[in-house]
């Protein structure tokens, strides 16, 4: 605490700081509090503002708060002796009229329904110590907080009602507000505070701004920002032990980030309700699905913003235990979705498709299962998820076991070797018949393979370990028997034929 006291935790009050969290709270002001209190002085006739220093809240008694005049010259002698407000009993001056004199004078009016002595003692006690006062009302956030349990909305709710005039958000870790206020971060000054995640990463950043310009305000809201990390970090546990216990609550989640996208978050201000059984089943509390569906993701550490990696697992033999897939994948892969999809299992991770396969292969070396994988091409985000979800599925289904096939580097032999290449002998016989004839030895089909494969002529030669001028002499005899290789669609029927007489 040393450190946030340093940055104005012993500063003078404000007399806005009296009445939105001090002593005078439920009083009504007018004027913008923004002057220190340093100090109080009761005042019983207006003779007595001669001794009265500057920075000093004036309480009014007998004659000076007989009535509407009296409490006008008053405010007249304060603002000549730059007093920080007046205070006054309510009923001395309507409520308009000292409005008005507030505003036209520039000194703060308060109005109090209680006794103006015990006021006076709750203002002196604050004004001589003003690291008390504000120690107070971190004990009572604290309190709150603790009631609030482990519910990040109703954290949040605390937060913005205990701390008036500032307002809280919860970021994820891409800037986006869970919840909280939306203009938590405008205003003379901001606080943050990074909530941590799982495996040494942040799980989002407590965010909060306002319009004081007490020095010492900040940093009480950063102390009472900090006393709110612990209960975030517990509902992001309790989030996470809720779902890995249940692959189907997972697996609906994952869905609905896919179907939803990222979504714009609404206002989530305010206490809400408690924390329900799941992330997926709690639309109650939510201002929108997308948004609900974004929260619980970021509880459970699942990345929901920036580049994203689709990936699938393909089982080779029957099984049903998900929930050991679930918690293989995670040990592997890290905090990322585990959904069933097609034959197997899928989600994404914020990795890269060269990171993400090396992962995966060594996920697919722990499974006790005969398993092939695949990774698609990285996207933007969620709202772009399922094309690369459809890559990772179509690769999975070319690679072979224990293998990892990445969809941005699939070329025609991984597209061709999903083919059912039973069906499509006979097919590919009648295709390549008049060179079939002539191939007494297979040199020619295995030249025309590698040409296609390879592009040309070169290397093919490269890749057969033969002198160019062969690969030429021998295509030569494959034009010869009757092959257009200029013409695109019959390199295309070509390709596939030699790939399934060669398998």
Not at 170 to 187: C, I, M
């Amino acid at each position: 605490m040393s450190a946030v006291r340093a940055s104005g935790w012993e500063a003078p009050v404000t007399v806005a700081e009296l009445v939105d969290a001090g002593p005078l709270a439920g009083a009504r002001m007018y004027g913008a509090g923004e002057n220190p209190v340093r100090g109080v002085r009761i005042v019983d006739e207006l003779a007595v503002f001669a001794t009265v220093a500057p920075h000093t809240a004036v309480v009014l008694i007998g004659t000076a708060a007989s009535g509407g005049w009296a409490v006008e010259m008053a405010m007249r002698r304060a603002w000549e002796q730059a007093a920080a407000c007046v205070i006054a009993p309510a009923g001395g001056l309507s409520e308009g009229s000292g409005e008005v004199l507030a505003e036209r004078l520039g000194v703060t009016l308060i109005f109090v329904d209680e006794d103006p002595l015990i006021v006076a003692v709750r203002v002196a006690s604050a004004a001589s110590r003003p690291d008390a006062a504000r120690t107070q009302l971190v004990a009572r956030c604290a309190t709150r907080l603790a009631e609030a349990g482990a519910s990040a909305r109703r954290v949040l709710g605390v937060l913005n009602a205990e701390l008036p005039g500032t307002s809280v958000a919860f970021l994820d870790r891409y800037g986006r507000p869970l919840a909280g206020r939306r203009d938590a971060a405008t205003g003379r000054w901001s606080a943050e505070v990074t909530v941590p995640g799982r495996e040494g990463g942040a799980l989002g950043t407590l965010v909060a701004g306002g319009s004081s310009r007490s020095p010492g305000w900040p940093a009480v809201v950063r102390t009472v920002l900090g006393l709110a990390v612990a209960s975030l970090t517990a509902w992001a546990a309790q989030e996470s032990l809720t779902a890995a216990r249940d692959f189907a609550l997972q697996t609906a989640l994952a869905e609905r980030l896919i179907a939803t996208g990222p979504g714009e978050p609404g206002e989530a201000g305010g206490a809400g309700k408690a924390g329900g059984a799941g992330a997926a089943a709690r639309a109650d509390e939510a201002d929108g699905g997308s948004d609900e569906a974004r929260v619980a993701a970021t509880a459970l550490g699942w990345p929901i913003g920036g580049p994203i990696t689709a990936y699938q697992l393909r089982p080779l033999t029957p099984t049903a235990d998900a929930p050991l897939v679930q918690a293989l994948v995670a040990a592997a892969l890290g905090q990322v979705p585990v959904l069933v999809r097609g034959e197997g299992w899928a989600g994404w991770s914020a990795d890269g498709p060269e990171e993400l396969a090396e992962r995966l292969r060594h996920c697919l070396r722990t499974l006790p299962w005969p398993c092939a994988g695949g990774v698609g091409a990285q996207v933007e985000g969620l709202q772009t998820v399922a094309e690369s979800l459809l890559g990772a599925e179509a690769a999975a289904y070319v690679a072979g076991e224990g293998t990892v096939v990445r969809a941005d580097r699939m070329g025609p032999a991984e597209l061709l070797g999903a083919l059912p290449t039973g069906v499509l002998r006979a097919p590919a016989a009648v295709v390549l018949r008049p060179l079939l004839e002539i191939d007494r030895d297979g040199t020619l089909l295995v030249t025309l393979a590698a040409v296609l494969d390879e592009g040309g002529a070169l290397k093919a030669a490269e890749r057969l370990g033969v002198h160019r001028n062969t690969i030429t002499t021998r295509l030569d005899r494959i034009r010869a028997a009757g092959f257009d290789l200029d013409d695109a669609a019959t390199r295309l029927a070509l390709q596939l034929a030699c790939h399934v007489m060669l398998t």
